[in-house]
T-cell receptor, first 116, second 111 residues
């Protein structure tokens, strides 16, 4: 199946700093990627839809100035958590749509962010 | 809006037991329905799906049938193995193409 990678797999940072998370589709091109947030023992919450070459579309309640998304190429989307605070600590998961497989979403392994 | 409700876990079973995880949905129109599995330390993987009423999705011994009349998509497996221990998510794809997930059900299978 299609492979989606995320980097880093885990990161610890100090409060007030910014953290960038990369999401790559390794063997296919993805015009659309999604970013989710998962709290412990809870479901995935869609944060935003990332479209290659255009601005991301954010879900209601998600601060676009805090969670910056850039989809600069057909295989890479990045999520930058700006001025991170402890409440931003979470598991961030991306997914990419593979059009040739019926628009199925393929998920990355996730990135664990801990803000001290 | 569209939503998915699934039974809470954890569900603890002995090996070779029968597994059922209930999932019901609320949606406008006729969404596609999915079950995803998340093994410890890994990303979500598509387990099975159904795109229209009465469709049955199946994979790795798991089955789920799209029931429009009861708005349900229950997951079943006749004989679970220790390797089936994971978190299972029911999801629907709404009219915008976005996935809406249930809260997830942790399944623990003991030898």
């Amino acid at each position: 199946g299609a492979v989606v990678s995320q980097h880093p797999s885990w990161v610890i940072c100090k409060s007030g700093t910014s953290v960038k998370i990369e999401c790559r589709s390794l063997d296919f091109q993805a015009t659309t990627m999604f970013w989710y947030r998962q709290f412990p023992k809870q479901s995935l919450m869609l944060m935003a839809t990332s479209n290659e070459g255009s601005k991301a579309t954010y879900e209601q309640g998600v601060e676009k100035d805090k969670f910056l998304i850039n989809h600069a190429s057909l295989t890479l989307s990045t999520l930058t958590v700006t001025s991170a605070h402890p409440e931003d600590s979470s598991f961030y998961i991306c997914s990419a749509i593979r059009l040739s497989l019926g628009n199925e979403q393929f998920f990355g392994p996730g990135t664990r962010l801990t803000v001290l | 809006g569209d939503s998915v409700t699934q039974m809470e876990g954890p569900v603890t079973l002995s090996e070779e037991a029968f597994l059922t995880i209930n999932c019901t949905y609320t949606a406008t129109g006729y969404p596609s329905l999915f079950w995803y599995v998340q093994y410890p330390g890994e990303g979500l993987q598509l387990l099975l799906k159904a795109t229209k009423a009465d469709d049955k999705g199946s994979n790795k011994g798991f089955e789920a049938t799209y029931r429009k009349e009861t708005t349900s998509f229950h997951l079943e497996k006749g004989s679970v193995q220790v390797s089936d221990s994971a978190v299972y998510f029911c999801a629907l794809r709404d009219s915008w193409g976005k996935l809406q997930f249930g809260a997830g059900t942790q399944v623990v299978v003991t030898p």
